[in-house]
């Protein structure tokens, strides 16, 4: 079996479809946008609180920029869905926070991300997906995520970008939600001329 790496490059605002499965996606198909997951990320900033990471910020982000990365879907019209993210989300370990976050992996396996949508496959759910999975969040270096367009049936993933971001403006809570809305807007407009143009 053939193992695909997704290749990223690593700067401060970096930014690539790294796959795309041709003639995967028609013009105009509607999609559902899943939210942001930010399950297995790692957190490193001193004025992030376990306290209210989980309860108070991770919502309003999922909640808020979701709303605003769903208006970015034009070439494919998407309906915004929370329900699994938001459960993924409050499993997010306070512990998550560190001193420090590691330096972005410059791949992923192919076979990582479909482990990663496995909890998003919907046997009865027709068409595809997009999720967002923030990979760090952390005060040197922003946010760092994919976003994955994905057969929601079978979890099988169509496109696949990555991008790191930092955010701008004053309070812990405006970062890294101008790093998300950038970095989701961004990949979200990528994933769609990259498949509609295949």
């Not at 053939?2 to 013009?27: D, E, H, Q, R």
């Not at 990979?135 to 040197?140: A, G, H, L, P, R």
Request: net charge neutral.
């Amino acid at each position: 079996m053939k193992t695909w790496l997704i290749f990223l490059i690593l700067s401060g605002c970096a930014s690539s479809v790294t796959y795309v499965k041709p003639a995967a996606v028609a013009m105009g198909e509607h999609i559902t946008f899943l939210g942001i997951d930010f399950s297995k990320a790692e957190f490193a900033d001193p004025y992030l609180q376990p306290a209210n990471l989980v309860g108070d910020k991770i919502p309003a982000w999922n909640n808020k920029v979701g709303a605003k990365i769903l208006r970015t879907f034009d070439q494919l019209p998407a309906q915004l869905d929370l329900t699994t993210t938001t459960a993924h989300n409050v499993t997010t370990p306070p512990t998550a926070l560190a001193s420090t976050t590691s330096v972005p992996a410059a791949a992923i396996a192919l076979d990582t991300v479909r482990g990663e949508l496995a909890s998003y496959v919907d046997a009865n759910a027709p068409g595809k997906a997009a999720v967002m999975l923030v990979e760090q969040v952390s005060k040197e270096r922003g946010v760092w995520a994919h976003m994955v367009l994905f057969v929601r049936a079978t979890g099988e993933p169509v496109a696949i970008a990555r991008e790191g971001r930092l955010g701008d403006g004053y309070g812990v809570f405006h970062f890294y939600f101008t790093a998300l809305e950038g970095a989701g807007a961004s990949m979200a407009k990528q994933l769609q001329r990259a498949v509609t143009k295949n």
